[in-house]
């Protein structure tokens, strides 16, 4: 349902593969030539690509591909070729079954990195281009066909998702719409006033923009290249003890606000929405009581969840009733929930400056670890013990990844050489590599740890993360596997995301970005949504 988040909601850099691409020039003579892409970009991270082609006049038996990266840059996974890297230079080299290329022939590899993009690309030794020029080009908008909120996300599970309860005794239900009704409760005993916002990208046109208190979808507009303050598009929201019903339209994709005692400020840029990042200096929604929920509404249905992937502040319960009569509920939290998870993370000396406090002694939000971290509250290298430990421990044993439930067969075989761990399938082909994370790429499952939306590279990376943030790696060989009694056992371990699991009336969270991994996040699904609810809970 989603993977991580940017502070700029944009429909160009969340849905358009090949944002920047660098094409190569025809070669003076003869020769090999090389291109380097950027699929895709989702601000934090980008998935780029090489395509070999054999335009000389003999077949090659080798080739070594070599660019340099800015300043802060890094690449994470790889696939279909080795790297080596010296500083800022990496150096891609075939593998043992891809070296042999036939004239006219062409092979590709591919990565996925963080901060700027390479330079001054070289294949065998001859630029890239030719001429040692590296032209950067816009490729055509398209229509996004997947459900982008704030960066890529990975694709919605076929089935209803185990996370939810079981359903509940059928109830009667309204006829099958183009709009839901989102029912949003106010039980939580407070007195603030209510606002709501209902924000996302149309999934038919690809535009930005928000919902009305009437239902209708309407584009955002007047941006520009330094953020302006967004119109007020709030809907009032319920009083404590009420009610207010919301009108969702189906093919949109995006969050639901919910904030007390004060309207959010949002701003607009040229092609997104800056949306409310409280972590960060200056921004100012920091002093302001607020949450969200994520959902998609399509034609297969709708996925709504709660999320803690970035803070734990508003406990509320996310609900559909389908077709059939019956409701699936998640995110309950225990009675007195909250305040247990406040008290943990206060008592522990590394968290403890994560639990954020307004002038009035209002308890705001606690910070997920990757927000502290980048706020300065806590150490940003807090895992790197546990990440060297484990990473290193598959130097002398393997690691079995088996992705996918409906597929046991499917396995890759994990083992450390160095700082690069390289996965091999059934025939022993390496298939993936992955150079070993720092403390930031586990929290915020990026980097090394980027997961292209792909069948190999991106489950595997999906795997390592969750089995990382869960401690778990290292120490059960086969994953994903364990069970919630086995997570977080480690040391160092995520404090945050245990206590918020452990508060949870049915154990599950979005305590992180693959928290979907063995069906732990609070996510409810229905291919027949009627009627849904968002119910804030006492606090």
């Keep these: 349902m989603r993977r991580k988040r940017s502070l700029v909601l944009s429909g160009v850099v969340a849905a358009v593969v090949g944002i920047t691409t660098w094409i190569a020039l025809p070669a003076s003579a003869a020769a090999p030539t090389a291109e380097l892409r950027t699929v895709s970009d989702w601000g934090s991270g980008w998935q780029g690509e090489v395509t070999i082609k054999n335009t000389g006049t003999d077949a090659m038996s080798s080739w070594k591909v070599e660019f340099d990266l800015p300043a802060g840059a890094a690449v994470g996974s790889f696939w279909d070729a080795g790297m080596v890297a010296a500083g800022s230079h990496r150096t891609f080299s075939n593998r043992p079954w891809n070296g042999g290329v036939a004239v006219g022939g062409t092979v590709t590899f591919g990565f996925v990195g963080s901060g700027g993009k390479p330079a001054n690309c070289k294949l065998n030794g001859a630029p890239c281009s030719g001429a040692g020029v590296v032209i950067p080009t816009v490729a055509p908008t398209t229509a996004p066909t997947t459900a982008p909120t704030t960066a890529p996300t990975t694709a919605p599970p076929a089935t209803p998702s185990a996370t939810t309860k079981a359903p509940a005794a059928p109830v ?203 706020a300065g509250l806590m150490s940003p290298t807090y895992l790197d013990p546990y990440i060297t430990s484990a990473w290193n421990a598959y130097g002398s044993k393997t690691l079995t990844v088996v992705p996918f439930t409906d597929r046991p067969d499917t396995k890759f075989l994990g083992r450390t050489s160095g700082n690069v761990m390289n996965f091999t399938d059934s025939t022993g082909k390496t298939v993936a590599s992955f150079t070993k994370p720092s403390t930031a790429n586990v929290w915020g499952c990026d980097g090394a740890l980027g997961a292209p939306n792909d069948l190999i590279v991106g489950p595997i990376a999906r795997t390592l993360c969750a089995a990382l943030t869960r401690t778990t790696l290292g120490r059960l060989d086969t994953q994903p ?25 049915d154990g599950k969270a979005y305590a992180f970005a693959f928290d979907d991994v063995q069906n732990q996040e609070s996510l409810v699904h229905s291919g027949d949504p009627r009627t849904a609810g968002i119910t804030l809970s006492p606090f």
């Design 481 to 505: 596997s364990g069970t919630a009694a086995d997570f977080y056992q480690g040391t160092p371990a995520n404090l945050y995301a245990k206590v918020v699991h452990d508060n949870m009336v």
């Design 172 to 374: 009667a239900v309204p006829e099958a719409s183009t709009v839901l009704p989102v029912a949003v409760k106010n039980e939580t005993g407070r007195g603030d006033n209510v606002f709501l916002y209902v924000l996302g990208t149309n999934l038919t046109t690809g535009k930005l923009g928000y919902v009305t208190a009437a239902g209708a979808f309407t584009n955002w507009t007047g941006g520009g290249p330094v953020p302006v303050p967004a119109p007020d598009v709030s809907i009032a929201g319920p009083a404590n003890g009420s009610t207010t019903t919301l009108k969702l339209p189906k093919n949109l994709s995006g969050r639901l606000y919910m904030s007390f005692g004060q309207k959010l400020d949002f701003r607009l840029t040229g092609d997104g929405l800056v949306q409310p990042a409280p972590w960060a200096g200056g921004d100012p929604n920091r002093d302001i009581l607020f949450d969200w929920s994520e959902f998609t509404l399509n034609d297969s249905g709708l996925w709504l969840n709660s999320s803690q992937v970035d803070m734990f502040a508003v406990p509320h319960v996310v609900s559909v009733t389908g077709g059939d009569g019956r409701t699936a509920k998640t995110g309950e939290v225990k009675a007195g929930g909250r305040q247990r998870v406040i008290n943990a993370v206060k008592a522990s000396p590394d968290f403890a400056k994560s639990v954020v406090t307004r002038g009035d002694g209002t308890v705001l939000r606690v910070l997920a670890p990757g927000k502290a971290a980048d």
